[in-house]
């Protein structure tokens, strides 16, 4: 029943931005825990950042300082701003939401099919 789509990845050069969005779709009763994973090629899917089911926004340390996320709560939607961007930044990325509806009380993880960010050197 729920959906979550990333949007906004793209080609971008070293020092460039991209603001991703990760909106999620149907019928859903909340949203705690949401935020973002990332997986480059040949690498196991690391996480980037996220909000605990508290509100708490925790970061990677080879993204702080960097990127920044926040989230629309009346949009169901989880923003990514990532600023002075890397090339180790390639990955394709992927939002998750722990989401809660009719069938689903307790909450279970939704993942987006990934945007691909590419940033070139």
């Known amino acids: 029943q729920v959906q979550l789509v990333e949007s906004g990845g793209g080609l971008v050069q070293a020092g460039g931005s991209l603001r991703l969005s990760c909106a999620a779709s149907?019928?859903?009763?909340?949203?705690?825990?949401t935020g973002w994973y990332r997986q480059a090629p040949g690498k196991l899917r690391e996480y980037v950042a996220g909000f605990t089911s508290g509100d708490i926004i925790s970061y990677a340390d080879s993204v702080k300082g960097r990127f920044t996320i926040s989230r629309d709560n009346a949009k169901n939607t989880v923003y990514l701003q990532m600023n002075s961007l890397e090339p180790e930044d390639t990955a394709v990325y992927y939002c998750?939401?722990?989401?809660?509806?009719?069938?689903?009380?307790?909450?279970?993880?939704?993942w987006g099919a990934g945007t691909l960010v590419t940033v070139a050197s």
């Open positions: 149907g019928s859903i009763f909340s949203i705690s825990a």
């Open positions: 998750y939401a722990r989401v809660v509806t009719s069938t689903s009380p307790y909450g279970t993880v939704q």
